[in-house]
């Protein structure tokens, strides 16, 4: 008897977000969830009561990982706020963190679910983003700007600029920091 896999929550939001990303809201649905997975519709059913609840935590672990996490990581270890900026621009390039931006964002074009999480997410990037360039020094207004500076570059580089080598976005990372910092 071929044993079956076991599969945690987790893996079930990662192949939603993924597939979210490739194909679009209406395939992240239990049916091509399980199929993409190799398990039955029950595997889905241990974890969530339905697609809505999917759904939702599928926002939820959006969130904490690729915001709270990433926010919580690019402190530890700082010596000083220019550290720490530094340390959350080269987590986002590295790791490809702005990867289901362009997915999330049309997705809450017509869900109020998704577009509510977007806002709270948005929101708490701009206030840590700001809190940090305040930290180095940047008035209130001068702070938010260059805040909000990074988040449009960070949000649609990895959207627009695909093709660009390790090699260039660790370039452009130093040269993007470099601005964003000058008085």
């Known amino acids: 008897m071929k044993k079956s896999k076991q599969l945690a929550a987790e893996d079930w939001l990662k192949l939603a977000l993924e597939t979210l990303d490739n194909e679009g809201i209406h395939k992240v649905n239990v049916e091509y969830l399980a199929r993409k997975l190799g398990v039955t519709k029950g595997s ?25 996490d990433v926010i919580q990581r690019s402190r530890q270890s700082s010596k000083d706020a220019k550290e720490t900026l530094l340390k959350l621009m080269t987590i986002i390039t590295e790791e490809k963190v702005g990867r289901y931006e362009a997915a999330i964002r049309a997705w809450s074009m017509h869900d109020e679910i998704a577009k509510t999480t977007l806002r709270k997410v948005d929101k708490q990037r701009l206030k840590y983003i700001t809190s940090v360039f305040t930290d180095i020094g940047f008035k209130k207004a001068d702070a938010e700007i260059r805040a909000r500076m990074m988040l449009y570059y960070q949000v649609a580089e990895q959207g627009i600029f695909l093709s660009d080598s390790k090699e260039k976005r660790k370039k452009l990372l130093k040269q993007r920091f470099a601005f964003l910092t000058r008085e």
């Open 44 to 68: 889905f059913y241990w974890h969530f009561k339905n697609r809505e609840t999917l759904l939702k935590e599928m926002l939820n672990y959006w969130a904490e990982t690729l915001t709270t």
